[in-house]
């Protein structure tokens, strides 16, 4: 392995922080867990397989917990790094959401509404043994709660703690945590060809680094002033460009003295991929056209014609690009002196609407383009719907299932989002009140799927006789399709 100076191999994103036994989030009685949950059995199965499966001794997830579908949400994962704990069950607000979840394990992120949650975690199939259970803080954003020390207590007190996530787009870095999980270890120092890259991380405690991509072996010492200790465990790893990773540092250093026969290993888990396979990240792009007097348009990407005649209420297929900035213009169509929007727009690694909203004649709403972030993520077994209020003469509105709010309070030009059950729905369209009990206007029957991401564009004019253009209210609904990025 080449050997790099410590300025070039590192771009340190923080020093080493405490985790902490989350204090007032994850508040547990520490001297309670001995007698609350006995000692673990042999059966649980460890390894690099982190996928949840319900057969072969893996751990079951059911996401299916009873929440509002319109909260704002967090993410949450699990991770099981008590060496001598048996396998365990998660309950949140008495629901099972993770089962017979074994040391070393790590959980896929659980979506859970912003607030209070009850969280408790027992032995798996044994509701009665509690290791914990306590309210948790769901915070927006993503997280990692961590069951952490022994049940023993022998080197170090069982308690679940909190970490925040940084799943941000590393750019054409890796970046990489280390979270420090082994009871019995001291403080270690992780070097690479002798460079320090993690230095004083202690029982408890994470830190994070962003890296060059390439290959390295990770060369763990008991950390010094100098962080020259001996070396005492090596491990390759190979994080990718635009990569997010966690390594949990499991086990015992001397599993023969310790209260289960565990060894030191590294867990190394992928957090988040912001990068194709190639290297090469990209957005994705769709064009949206919702100007109820515009005539057909074309539309231009850096000067290359990408869509053309494309006629009021069309929604386009997304188009693929690399990351970065390009100049979007639109033109009436086969005309392209007349131009209705010609900026630049910058795209991350995700999806986006470019979304023409408006009348020209500027009689209800100026003409603009908006951009909106499409949320294309896998919803479970829910359906993700998403309105966007494109309707330039109609209020903000509320939309309705039989009288029960699903939408409130859409504004022009505004979009909100909810996940349901799949289902048949008749949706019903009220002007925007306090209690959500407006005349119905309009009425609309959807069918979402289990697993479908929808955007639900509410577009033309509510009175088109008095309207610049003769185009009725309508309900577009167009499947946006699942993307994970």
């Given amino acids: 392995m080449t050997t790099h100076n410590r300025r070039t191999i590192l771009k340190a994103a923080g020093s080493a922080t405490v985790v902490g036994i989350l204090a007032g989030c994850l508040s547990g009685d520490d001297d309670s867990t001995d007698d609350e949950m006995g000692e673990n059995g042999d059966d649980r199965t460890g390894g690099d397989d982190h996928e949840d499966e319900n057969g072969n001794g893996e751990y079951e997830e059911n996401t299916d917990t009873d929440h509002d579908d319109d909260a704002e949400r967090g993410s949450v994962r699990v991770a099981h790094l008590s060496p001598d704990a048996p396998n365990v069950d998660v309950f949140v607000d008495g629901d099972a959401v993770l089962e017979d979840v074994p040391f070393r394990a790590v959980s896929d992120y659980l979506e859970l509404p912003v607030g209070t949650a009850n969280v408790t975690i027992t032995a798996a199939g044994d509701p009665d043994t509690v290791a914990f259970d306590d309210d948790v803080e769901i915070a927006e954003g993503d997280a990692t709660v961590a069951a952490l020390g022994e049940l023993s207590g022998e080197n170090q007190q069982f308690a679940p703690a909190l970490l925040t996530d940084d799943r941000s787009d590393p750019g054409e870095m890796a970046r990489v945590r280390l979270v420090h999980a082994s009871p019995d270890a001291p403080a270690v120092d992780v070097t690479v060809a002798g460079d320090p890259l993690f230095e004083n991380v202690a029982f408890g405690e994470a830190a994070t680094v962003e890296v060059p991509a390439d290959a390295y072996e990770l060369e763990v010492r008991p950390a010094t002033e100098t962080a020259d200790g001996d070396v005492v465990e090596t491990f390759d790893v190979e994080p990718a460009a635009g990569g997010v990773y966690t390594v949990f540092a499991v086990g015992y250093l001397a599993p023969d003295d310790a209260p289960a026969h565990e060894p030191f290993d590294l867990e190394v888990v992928s957090d988040a991929d912001w990068s194709d396979t190639d290297g090469t990240k990209t957005a994705d792009l769709r064009v949206a056209h919702l100007s109820p007097d515009a005539p057909n348009v074309d539309v231009f990407v850096d000067g290359d014609a990408v869509l053309e005649d494309v006629p009021f209420r069309a929604v386009s ?135 479908g991401v929808y955007t639900a564009f509410a577009v033309g004019y509510l009175m088109p006789e008095d309207a610049p253009a003769h185009e009725a209210f309508d309900l577009e609904v167009v499947d946006d399709g699942v993307r994970d990025w």
Avoid: K, W
């Fill in 317 to 451: 297929d997304y188009l693929e690009l690399d990351v970065g900035h390009y100049d979007v213009m639109v033109t009436a169509a086969g005309d392209a002196d007349t131009v209705v929007f010609d900026e630049t727009l910058e795209l991350e690694a995700a999806s986006y609407s470019a979304v023409a909203l408006g009348e020209l004649a500027d009689e209800n709403q100026p003409f603009a383009v908006e951009a909106f972030g499409d949320d294309r993520s896998d919803p479970g077994e829910m359906a993700r719907v998403r309105l966007v209020h494109a309707s330039p003469d109609a209020p903000a509105v509320d939309v309705t299932v039989a009288g029960d709010p699903l939408f409130e309070d859409v504004a022009f030009g505004e979009a909100a989002t909810v996940e349901v059950p799949a289902d048949a729905y008749e949706l019903e369209i009220r002007p925007a009140t306090e209690t959500a009990d407006g005349d119905v206007v309009a009425t609309f029957d959807v069918e979402p799927a289990a697993g």
